[in-house]
């Protein structure tokens, strides 16, 4: 069977015909690292050959691999990563990009890590000579896990617990990001808490800055009645405010902006938030019972629980609550008295719990007609 022959095309360039007898499926590509065009065979080394792959058909290139005129396993690196033009009428696509299987990134880990600083003999390769990084044995025997069941779930094959992956993680000592990653491989989601709280919990600094340079606009929105937005503000896990900019600063009277909008929304701030029981109260306090669930060792969550043990005379009554993002609630703004706020909330991905709050104040409106305008975006539980 004819293999693709090369023409010089009018403009001097190097046009490639399809072999005869060939249907697409038949058509391959093939890294440089599989094959090198030697200079011999001019039609494959001007029409087909360029940067790193060789497009060719698996028969020809067996063919060609007799006669000498493609060797595999000898490589001639091309400048640049992409494929060739396929012949007229062909077409071709990258491969598919493939993800870091699970056991190939505990190997890539495992091989950064020196078992003589945990205590264990250095590995051996070949001939004797030391391998860098531990192996799954060693692995397994500092998880104290059969070695077998530990070589499952670097196959995949196991599912390993959250106890096991932090364990492993420490190990291998993989930073957050890469924590991150290896919940991702072996359970498809990343995890609830971070590992070292202290550090995960605090806000990124550029936030303490971005967030008091956010602008606002105050128009009407109805004659004699002014929307004014957005009102944002940054806080931790626990609510204590890391920053805010004027719009925000502006619903409260002067030293009077809250340190802690949990305190301020459960009982401190009462008296400027109209039919608080309802739509103040009810609401922090389900947030609070779900990150006690997920972090029921955090200090500053537990003195909170306990803030309102002492405090609160009559809490509210059990409920699914758990964000604020597209609520709307009524509050006395210190400069145009009632109206209702339109909540947004997000999450900066470097702070774990960390909120960021953009809210919009609408002035006379009741929290009914401000849900009546924006229609689906908002909820009330």
């Not at 992409?82 to 491969?95: C, E, L, N």
């Not at 945990?118 to 059969?146: C, E, F, H, I, K």
């Not at 617990?161 to 498809?188: M, N, S, V």
């Not at 005379?313 to 059990?318: K, L, R």
Request: charge should be positive; hydrophobic fraction near 35%.
């Amino acid at each position: 069977m004819a293999h693709p022959r090369s023409r010089r095309d009018g403009d001097g360039g190097t046009a490639t015909t399809e072999p005869s007898g060939l249907s697409i499926g038949q058509w391959r590509e093939y890294p440089l690292a599989e094959a090198t065009i030697l200079a011999s065979d001019q039609p494959y080394r001007e029409g087909l050959l360029a940067d790193t792959f060789l497009y060719a058909n698996p028969v020809h290139l067996n063919q060609l691999t007799r006669r000498g005129s493609v060797r595999p396993g000898r490589i001639r690196r091309a400048p640049g990563p992409d494929m060739i033009t396929p012949p007229a009428g062909r077409t071709t696509r990258q491969p598919a990009h493939q993800p870091e299987r699970l056991g190939d990134f505990l190997k890539r880990h495992r091989a950064r890590v020196k078992p003589q600083e945990l205590g264990m003999a250095a590995r051996t390769g070949g001939r004797g000579r030391s391998a860098p990084g531990l192996t799954q044995a060693q692995v397994a025997q500092l998880m104290s896990l059969d070695p077998r069941h530990y070589q499952r779930i670097e196959g995949g094959k196991a599912t390993p617990t959250e106890e096991q992956l932090d364990h492993l993680a420490r190990i291998l000592r993989l930073r957050e990001p890469e924590r991150i990653d290896l919940y991702l491989h072996a359970l498809k989601r990343p995890p609830v808490t971070a590992q070292d709280p202290e550090s995960a919990s605090e806000l990124c600094a550029y936030w303490r800055f971005v967030v008091p340079a956010i602008g606002h606009q105050v128009r009407e929105h109805a004659p004699g009645q002014v929307v004014v937005g957005p009102l944002a503000y940054a806080s931790n896990m626990w609510w204590d405010v890391d920053a805010y900019n004027q719009a925000f600063a502006d619903m409260f009277g002067e030293g009077d902006i809250p340190t802690n909008i949990f305190r301020w929304m459960a009982w401190e701030g009462r008296d400027q938030l109209p039919e608080h029981s309802t739509y103040w109260l009810s609401r922090a306090l389900p947030q609070l019972d779900a990150l006690l669930r997920l972090h029921p060792d955090r200090r500053e969550l537990r003195e909170l629980a306990d803030w309102v043990e002492r405090t609160i005379e009559c809490p509210a009554a059990p409920s699914s609550y758990q964000h604020p993002d597209g609520d709307v609630r009524p509050v006395l703004h210190h400069r145009y008295g009632y109206g209702s706020l339109v909540i947004g909330a997000a999450a900066p991905m470097g702070g774990l719990g960390s909120r960021l709050i953009m809210m919009h104040f609408y002035q006379g409106l009741t929290p009914d007609e401000l849900r009546r305008r924006f229609g689906h975006c908002t909820h009330h539980l």
